[in-house]
C-alpha cells in the first residue's frame, strides 16, 4: 500500500504580497514536517489554508472574497478550512463568529509551528498517521510552494516586523516588532528554493534594512548568498529610504549577483507630509538616493511607491509628488489612493479628502509616470538587457524579465521562441513595447 495514502494533503492559497509567500513557504515546510504533503489543487485537499492580507480595505475585501468561495468548494469536498496571517491576527473574534465555514485560525508569528497547531486542534485527523518518512520530507520540501513551483524565482524572508509606526499603516500592530530571522533559518530557506530550482532569491521582510540594525550586516548576508551554489540573482525588497540604504549603496557593487535595481518606496516627498506620515526623507534626499544608485550601478532601474490623499495633503503637495516624477524619473511607481486604518495614527488625523479627491490625484499622478513611461521605453528599444525566463505565456510566446525588473510586479518582456526554457539567464532584446510591457527577441550567441 502507498503509504502516502492516508497522509494528509494540505493546500495554500497565498494572498498580499510577497513577504506572505516567504512566509507560506515556512508554513509549508512546518507541514510538511509534520508528515502533511501538498496537494495540487484546492479541491483535492484535506487542509485548505488562506495565508490572508488586510493591508488595505482592497486586501480585506479581497481575502472575504477568497474565504467565501473557499467556503463553497468546502461544500463540495470534505476538508477543513484554515485561515492564518493577518487577517486573522487582525480580526479572529470576527471570523470566528461570522465566518462559520472556517474550521480554524491563527494569526502571524506561528507559521513554523503549523503543523503542530493542525496535529493539535485535528487530532482525530492524524490518528495512525504513518511514520516521518524523511525521503518524502526530502521529496516535497524542495518544492517551496506549489503554486510557485515551475518559476525560477523565490522569496526568502530575512525578518518579520516593523518598529517604524508609519501613521497609514497597520503591519507594526499585526506583524509586532522588528526581529531579525536566525542566519541558518535565512541560509536554509535559500537552499530549499535552489534545490527547487530557483535561480533568483528575493529578500524580502518588513524592513530589509533594518537587518541586524546595521547596512554593513546586511552587504555581508547579501555576498554570503551570492556564493551559495546554483544562486544567479539576488535582489534585496523594501529597502526604506534613508541613511542606512544611503551607505548600503556604497556596498552595491562589491555584492555579486545583486540585480541592478532599487526598490525604495518613498510614499510622499513633501517633507511635511511625510513627518505626518511620521516617516523621514524629504525631495533633496530622496533626489540624492536615487541619483546615488544609479551612479553606483550603472542601468539600475528604481522602483517606488506613492501614497495620495493622506490627510492634510494639499495640492502643492501632490504637485512635489509630479515635480519629483518629472526630474528623477524612477522607472517603476506604484500609486495607492490612501485608505484610513483603524488602528492606526493617521486614522484620527483631521483633514480628510473625499474619495473621489483622492482618486483625481491618483489619475493626475499615473498620468505623469505615464508619459515617462513612454521616454523609458523608447530608450530601451533596440538595447540588449541580461534577463531570465519566467514563464510560458503561450504556444511559443514565453514571458523574459530583464534583471532590471522584480518578477510579478514590474515589467515583462513576451519572446516569441520555441528554443527557451524557464529559468534560461541569457541576452534579450528588446524591440516594441505597449503601455507597461515590451516585446522583443533571445539573442543567441
Ligand atoms: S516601514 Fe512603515 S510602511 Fe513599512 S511596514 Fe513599517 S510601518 Fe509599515
Not at 507594526?172 to 531579525?180: A, I, M, Y
Not at 510622499?268 to 546615488?292: A, I, Q, W
Not at 531570465?388 to 514590474?410: S, T, Y
Request: charged residues 30%; contains cysteine; aromatic residues 10%.
Amino acid at each position: 500500500m502507498d503509504k502516502t495514502a492516508s497522509r494528509k494533503s494540505f493546500y495554500i492559497t497565498t494572498l498580499g504580497c510577497p513577504k506572505n509567500t516567504a512566509d507560506s513557504s515556512v508554513i509549508h515546510s512546518s507541514l510538511l514536517n509534520e508528515g502533511m504533503i501538498p496537494a495540487e489543487t484546492p479541491e483535492d485537499s484535506d487542509f485548505h489554508l488562506i495565508n490572508t492580507c488586510t493591508f488595505i480595505q482592497s486586501a480585506t475585501e479581497e481575502t472575504i472574497q477568497t474565504i467565501l468561495s473557499a467556503g463553497e468548494i468546502k461544500r463540495e469536498v470534505d476538508q477543513k478550512l484554515v485561515i492564518v496571517g493577518c487577517f486573522s491576527q487582525r480580526y479572529p473574534e470576527a471570523i470566528k463568529e461570522d465566518m462559520p465555514e472556517v474550521d480554524f485560525l491563527f494569526g502571524t508569528g506561528k507559521y513554523d509551528q503549523a503543523g503542530k497547531l493542525l496535529k493539535e486542534a485535528f487530532p482525530l485527523d492524524f490518528q495512525d498517521y504513518p511514520e516521518f518518512n524523511q525521503d518524502l520530507l526530502d521529496r516535497f520540501q524542495t518544492i517551496p510552494l506549489v503554486e510557485n513551483y515551475s518559476k525560477p524565482y523565490s522569496y526568502v524572508k530575512i525578518s518579520d516586523g516593523c518598529n517604524r509606526g508609519c501613521a497609514f499603516c497597520i503591519i507594526p500592530n499585526l506583524r509586532g516588532k522588528f526581529k531579525d530571522s536566525s542566519d541558518s533559518d535565512i541560509i536554509s530557506q535559500t537552499q530549499r528554493a535552489l534545490l527547487a530550482g530557483a535561480k533568483e532569491i528575493l529578500i524580502v521582510s518588513q524592513d530589509t534594512i533594518y537587518y541586524k540594525k546595521n547596512e554593513i550586516e546586511l552587504a555581508d548576508l547579501l555576498k554570503r548568498l551570492a556564493d551559495m551554489e546554483g544562486l544567479e540573482i539576488l535582489r534585496p525588497m523594501y529597502l526604506y529610504p534613508d541613511k542606512k540604504t544611503f551607505r548600503l549603496l556604497d556596498y552595491f557593487p562589491t555584492i555579486p549577483k545583486l540585480a541592478p535595481y532599487l526598490e525604495s518606496p518613498l510614499q510622499h516627498v513633501s517633507e511635511r507630509v511625510l513627518k505626518s506620515m511620521n516617516r523621514s526623507g524629504n525631495y533633496e534626499f530622496f533626489k540624492e538616493l536615487y541619483t546615488k544608485a544609479r551612479d553606483v550601478m550603472p542601468g539600475l532601474e528604481i522602483r517606488t511607491s506613492f501614497i495620495l490623499g493622506f490627510p492634510g495633503e494639499t495640492a502643492e503637495d501632490v504637485d512635489s509628488i509630479i515635480q519629483f516624477l518629472e526630474e528623477v524619473k524612477p522607472e517603476k511607481v506604484n500609486l495607492f489612493p490612501y485608505s484610513p486604518q483603524e488602528g492606526t495614527k493617521g486614522f484620527h488625523l483631521e483633514g480628510k479628502l473625499s474619495d473621489r479627491e483622492i482618486a483625481k490625484r491618483v489619475n493626475l499622478v499615473r498620468d505623469v509616470h505615464l508619459k515617462n513611461l513612454e521616454t523609458i521605453h523608447a530608450e530601451r528599444l533596440g538595447k540588449t538587457y541580461k534577463a531570465i525566463v519566467d514563464e510560458k505565456a503561450e504556444d511559443g510566446i514565453w514571458v523574459v524579465r530583464r534583471l532590471q525588473d522584480a518578477p510579478e510586479i514590474d515589467e515583462i518582456v513576451f519572446v516569441e521562441d520555441d528554443n527557451l526554457k524557464v529559468g534560461m539567464i541569457g541576452d534579450v532584446k528588446v524591440e516594441s513595447f505597449a503601455e507597461y510591457d515590451m516585446s522583443g527577441s533571445w539573442v543567441w550567441s
